[in-house]
């Protein structure tokens, strides 16, 4: 008879009813004013406050950077691309690279530069906190957009600089991250060349890596299969663990190219196996994507509740700083966001290719702060000297914009304002 391990029966109870727990609330949440993830920060604060003060034998949920950093971000990052299409994307990479990394980068001085200068701390620790609020999240604001009718123009301009926002604001949160955290002396050419070399080959082996596990997957015919859906999570780890560990370059960048390398080769595969089946030449029957979809989207959802329950949870455990930088923090992101919003549009419109003005209020609107800043800000490590402090400010710009913004986008595009 084996002896009963109660702590992995623990971890294993706890872990059951945390799904359990997801899994209802998600269900009601459905027809709530907020959105899911808003229930999820405000509930974790709840528990990590219980836990904390007054009922210490509740399990503790506290995630490690090391299970962000290897764990989690490689499936938020992966899951990302698999809406965009490369077609589309290849359309409108002006915007979207405009917005996606010059917008970053603005976006980085624009928030850091004040909120260095406000909180009184060195402005390389305020550029680290820039580098964490800086990708833009609009998957909390998806299901408002399958209410209306919104141009594929523009969805396909908001999507695609929340993908490639991420890997920029991701990248430079690295970059930053070493020089504040370890303390090494900032030498501008030498990490500009790394930057640049980092990306020169995470690109090439992300794409190389997606379209030979397309490949594969075609070859097997195991399009919507448990072998077709296990290689692309062998993809998502493996090129990460290969890229960070031995080539020592980006593995965000070579995930994400991995991802849209792949969703690009399957995407034609798909129409080829389509095409014969209407030429009569192919008996079989074509497999849809559903499942496919539907698999990464269930791994992001999932991630990405455990992401922010464990934000919420790291910031009810501690003292809130109460003062008057938790509405500043807000009116500064809302500054940033305009000023690169409607800052660009203008440069933008000087184009063949205009932004309305009506889309650009929903790209303010759209701009929300979710699932990779809680990411990015757990990542930190529990010794550093302004954690607790970018924990709670992470926690109410997330709260902010997951609450209050798709509230105002649901007003605005009931209006029906957003046109072609």
């Not at 691309?81 to 994307?89: E, V």
Request: charge should be negative.
């Amino acid at each position: 008879m084996h002896s009963i391990d109660y702590q992995l029966v623990l971890a294993l109870t706890s872990g059951c009813l945390f799904l359990l727990f997801v899994a209802t609330l998600r269900h009601y949440s459905r027809d709530s004013f907020l959105p899911a993830e808003s229930w999820l920060l405000l509930i974790g604060a709840g528990y990590g406050y219980l836990q904390s003060r007054h009922l210490p034998e509740l399990p503790l949920l506290e995630l490690s950077p090391e299970l962000v950093i290897w764990l989690l971000l490689p499936i938020l990052i992966f899951a990302s691309g698999r809406n965009i299409s490369a077609r589309a994307l290849t359309r409108e990479w002006v915007p979207v690279f405009s917005y996606a990394v010059f917008g970053v980068v603005l976006t980085l001085f624009l928030i850091g530069i004040p909120l260095s200068y406000s909180l009184q701390v060195p402005l390389l620790d305020g550029l680290f906190f820039a580098a964490a609020v800086a990708a833009t999240d609009p998957s909390a604001v998806a299901a408002i957009f399958q209410r209306f009718s919104i141009p594929e123009r523009l969805s396909i301009i908001l999507e695609g600089e929340s993908v490639f926002n991420d890997s920029t604001a991701i990248v430079i949160f690295g970059l930053i991250g070493m020089l504040v955290i370890t303390g090494q002396e900032l030498k501008l050419g030498e990490a500009l060349g790394g930057f640049i070399w980092s990306i020169a080959v995470a690109i090439p082996f992300g794409l190389l890596l997606g379209w030979l596990a397309g490949k594969l997957v075609a070859h097997w015919h195991e399009q919507n299969r448990f072998t077709g859906l296990t290689v692309t999570i062998v993809i998502a780890y493996s090129g990460y663990l290969i890229a960070e560990s031995l080539l020592h370059v980006s593995g965000v960048i070579t995930v994400l190219c991995t991802s849209l390398s792949f969703i690009r080769f399957r995407q034609s595969q798909v129409q080829v196996e389509t095409d014969k089946l209407e030429a009569g030449t192919n008996h079989g029957s074509v497999n849809n994507q559903e499942f496919f979809m539907a698999f990464w989207e269930y791994l992001e959802l999932l991630a990405g509740s455990l992401l922010f329950f464990a934000l919420g949870v790291a910031v009810g455990a501690h003292e809130f700083p109460v003062s008057w930088i938790i509405p500043g923090v807000v009116l500064i992101l809302l500054y940033a966001r305009a000023v690169v919003v409607y800052g660009f549009a203008l440069l933008l419109n000087l184009g063949p290719r205009k932004l309305p003005k009506s889309w650009q209020h929903v790209l303010m609107l759209g701009g929300l702060r979710g699932a990779v800043s809680a990411a990015l800000v757990l990542m930190i490590p529990p010794d550093y000297e302004y954690r607790i402090l970018m924990l709670c400010l992470v926690f109410v710009l997330c709260l902010y914009t997951l609450v209050v913004h798709p509230l105002l986008l649901r007003w605005y595009l009931q209006q029906g304002s957003v046109n072609e």
